[in-house]
């Protein structure tokens, strides 16, 4: 944020910053990088409404789920995936991704809300869910299949990160509220 509160996206890269904000926006936020450089995230327009971005080769492309109000991107692969979250009409969330042109949306089954946080080059997605009792959980999608993920004694679980190897990383919280980092490695 600056003096005056906007919200600005930026790159840190050869120990100088450099602001990412998207042309006429009313705020910008970074939330992924490829090794190619490409970054993704979202911004505010000036009606309120939130979209998912691309900067790629110093352009910006607007990436919205179709029909949604709401669209961030988290996460770009090398390939060009791009991974994120959207709000229907009705104010539900939803993961998505973003693959050839073609918009699949991702749903923990029976979840009430769904957020797609991070992908790794095998197509293993990681992210968090909710049901109706209100506690928030992880997951992995891998193959297909999804995968629920609670760290021990946890209130609250998100699974941030997935890398090649299948190892992930997120945060949870405890049953007194503290919140703590966590790595697990697949066996």
């Not at 919200?7 to 970074?30: E, M, R, W």
């Not at 789920?65 to 961030?72: C, G, K, M």
């Not at 991974?83 to 923990?108: K, M, P």
């Not at 992880?138 to 699974?159: E, R």
């Amino acid at each position: 944020f600056d003096a005056g509160g906007k919200l600005h996206g930026f790159l840190l890269s050869g120990g100088s910053f450099t602001s990412i904000d998207v042309p006429n926006a009313t705020s910008t936020n970074a939330r992924g990088i490829n090794s190619h450089g490409a970054i993704v995230g979202g911004y505010g327009d000036a009606g309120g409404e939130t979209h998912g971005f691309l900067l790629s080769g110093g352009s910006f492309t607007t990436i919205d789920f179709p029909n949604a109000p709401y669209t961030v991107v988290n996460r770009v692969t090398d390939t060009g995936q791009v991974l994120g979250q959207y709000v229907d009409a009705h104010g539900a969330q939803h993961g998505f991704l973003l693959s050839s042109g073609r918009f699949t949306t991702i749903n923990f089954p029976r979840a009430v809300f769904t957020s797609a946080l991070g992908i790794n080059s095998a197509g293993q997605i990681v992210g968090m869910y909710r049901k109706a009792d209100g506690v928030m959980h992880g997951f992995l999608l891998s193959g297909g299949q999804y995968m629920s993920i609670d760290a021990p004694n946890a209130t609250y679980t998100s699974v941030l990160e997935i890398d090649v190897f299948g190892n992930i990383v997120g945060r949870y919280d405890d049953a007194n509220g503290k919140t703590h980092g966590f790595h697990a490695v697949r066996n």
